[in-house]
């Protein structure tokens, strides 16, 4: 199994363009080597087939960056077959619209998200009249979706019921948010994709044993990470996201055997400077930050 992490940022990038705080302003002033993009993914388990995992703002850029995912030469056959949206977020959705001049294209999501892009922001019938577009809802709890003609198994796992701002008077029924379990069928290689914890489910412990390499929500380091810098805004808990680091974070409840690394960094995150106390202090609790562009062979 290739992954390739096209972008590991949360909302905004970083820095963000509307954002002088100290990490915006660092990266600002080292250049774009600093610079991150809107969290997102891509999977592949065969030569020519490979599946993006939510789809940012940023896409064009990404999948300009990874010459794997550029179509052959002389041709509009784009490798891309489909797309995994984690939730309906527009951080994760509003890439859609760069894939709107491709081939046919599968989009996997949760029914509650699908339901929101339907009504709420109707971008399905924004991407009606552009091509062949294909929905589907995800299995769920315990089901599993077989891509690349059975050569990728994917199973999702619920973690919570946090809808966009735009879909906030939504009665739809949960999940809103999931994670995905990616396994390659013929050699078992296991991947966890869970870019946003608002809880820790009970089952992730297990799932977390068995993969071969997780992604997990970095949003925040610690839980008043944007009061610090911004007073009076939320914690990062009524955010929607763990904090990595504390008694309560993430961070203490990983075991060793699987490599772990944080996606989806706030703008504020400390973790986003390699010599920052917060990067040591990962390094010694034996996880990594995942870096745009980075590729992790399963």
């Given at each position: 199994?290739?992954?390739?992490?096209?972008?590991?940022?949360?909302?905004?990038?970083?820095?963000?363009?509307?954002?002088?705080?100290?990490?915006?302003?660092?990266?600002?002033?080292?250049?774009?080597?600093?610079?991150?993009?809107?969290?997102?993914?891509?999977?592949?388990?065969?030569?020519?087939?490979?599946y993006l995992v939510n789809a940012s703002p940023d896409t064009r850029g990404q999948l300009l960056a990874v010459p794997d995912l550029a179509p052959p030469a002389g041709t509009r056959r784009t490798p891309v077959r489909g797309?995994?949206?984690?939730?309906?977020?527009?951080?994760?959705?509003?890439?859609?619209?760069?894939?709107?001049?491709?081939?046919?294209?599968?989009?996997?999501?949760?029914?509650?998200?699908?339901?929101?892009?339907?009504?709420?922001?109707?971008?399905?019938?924004?991407?009606?009249?552009?091509?062949?577009?294909?929905?589907?809802?995800?299995?769920?709890?315990?089901?599993?979706?077989?891509?690349?003609?059975?050569?990728?198994?994917?199973?999702?796992?619920?973690?919570?019921?946090?809808?966009?701002?735009?879909?906030?008077?939504?009665?739809?029924?949960?999940?809103?948010?999931?994670?995905?379990?990616?396994?390659?069928?013929?050699?078992?290689?296991?991947?966890?994709?869970?870019?946003?914890?608002?809880?820790?489910?009970?089952?992730?412990?297990?799932?977390?044993?068995?993969?071969?390499?997780?992604?997990?929500?970095?949003?925040?380091?610690?839980?008043?990470?944007?009061?610090?810098?911004?007073?009076?805004?939320?914690?990062?808990?009524?955010?929607?996201?763990?904090?990595?680091?504390?008694?309560?974070?993430?961070?203490?409840?990983?075991?060793?055997?699987?490599?772990?690394?944080?996606?989806?960094?706030?703008?504020?995150?400390?973790?986003?400077?390699?010599?920052?106390?917060?990067?040591?202090?990962?390094?010694?609790?034996?996880?990594?930050?995942?870096?745009?562009?980075?590729?992790?062979?399963?």
């Open positions: 199994m290739r992954v390739r992490v096209l972008g590991t940022a949360a909302g905004g990038g970083l820095p963000q363009w509307n954002c002088g705080c100290g990490p915006c302003e660092r990266a600002r002033a080292t250049g774009p080597g600093a610079w991150r993009s809107q969290e997102a993914l891509a999977v592949s388990v065969s030569d020519d087939a490979w797309v995994l949206l984690t939730d309906g977020e527009l951080d994760h959705t509003v890439g859609l619209f760069a894939l709107r001049e491709g081939a046919a294209l599968d989009i996997h999501a949760p029914q509650a998200v699908l339901a929101a892009l339907t009504d709420a922001f109707p971008l399905r019938g924004l991407l009606a009249p552009y091509g062949t577009v294909r929905w589907h809802p995800v299995p769920s709890a315990g089901g599993e979706l077989l891509l690349d003609e059975g050569r990728l198994a994917v199973s999702a796992v619920p973690i919570s019921d946090k809808r966009p701002r735009y879909a906030e008077q939504s009665t739809a029924a949960g999940p809103w948010v999931v994670g995905y379990r990616l396994r390659e069928t013929a050699t078992g290689a296991t991947l966890l994709y869970v870019p946003s914890l608002a809880r820790w489910p009970d089952e992730l412990d297990a799932l977390l044993d068995e993969a071969h390499c997780a992604l997990l929500d970095g949003t925040f380091w610690t839980e008043d990470e944007m009061a610090a810098i911004h007073p009076g805004s939320r914690t990062a808990t009524a955010m929607g996201h763990l904090p990595i680091s504390g008694p309560g974070g993430t961070l203490a409840r990983l075991r060793p055997g699987t490599r772990v690394l944080y996606t989806h960094l706030n703008n504020t995150n400390p973790l986003s400077d390699p010599d920052s106390p917060a990067r040591a202090a990962l390094a010694a609790g034996g996880a990594e930050v995942a870096e745009d562009g980075q590729e992790i062979v399963i």
